[in-house]
């Protein structure tokens, strides 16, 4: 189910929607992801064999970097910029304080990083970056393999049925 909402549902809704952003250009299109990332593995992705919840956020968080970066390439040239952000850490969520006990930044902090890469001048026609805030970052290695990404896209188009919808 993490790896469905986190990077499926995202996926999916951005590939649909890309008629519409292509006509609209400029557009941005910004995935808020995490700086907890772990590798996927392909091998049992929906981690059937071994589930642990941190890993599974961490593994779905990359997934949408890697889209982002994937996308990124696809979109050169058209005036559709895509990005990805970890906003802040640990926000002071309902979620966050249930899970952990304390927050460590508050919620204006992450809100004015995503509108930040939505709609800084500073930011026009930046694309395939991963930023930390609103400080450009490196993400997990495997997010720059470019053979890792295509699986994850051939996987996401399977599990999706994107091509079954004619897209």
Excluded: C, W
Excluded at 98 to 108: C, L, N
Excluded at 136 to 148: H, K, L, M, T
Excluded at 151 to 164: I, Y
């Amino acid at each position: 189910m993490t790896f469905a909402v986190n990077y499926l549902a995202p996926f999916l809704l951005t590939r649909l929607l890309l008629p519409l952003l292509r006509r609209s250009a400029p557009a941005r299109i910004v995935n808020v992801a995490s700086a907890g990332q772990s590798p996927i593995d392909f091998d049992d992705v929906m981690l059937e064999r071994r589930y642990d919840g941190m890993r599974a956020y961490a593994q779905s968080k990359l997934a949408q970097i890697m889209f982002t970066f994937d996308l990124a390439e696809e979109l050169e040239g058209t005036g559709v910029t895509v990005n990805s952000l970890h906003p802040a850490s640990l926000m002071d969520t309902k979620m966050v304080f249930e899970t952990f006990g304390s927050a460590s930044s508050d919620v204006q902090e992450g809100a004015e990083a995503t509108v930040y890469l939505a709609a800084s001048p500073e930011l026009e026609g930046v694309t395939g970056k991963y930023f930390d805030g609103q400080r450009e970052a490196r993400a997990e290695d495997q997010a720059y393999d470019p053979e890792a990404r295509d699986r994850l896209r051939r996987l996401a188009e399977e599990l999706t049925g994107l091509h079954a919808l004619g897209t």
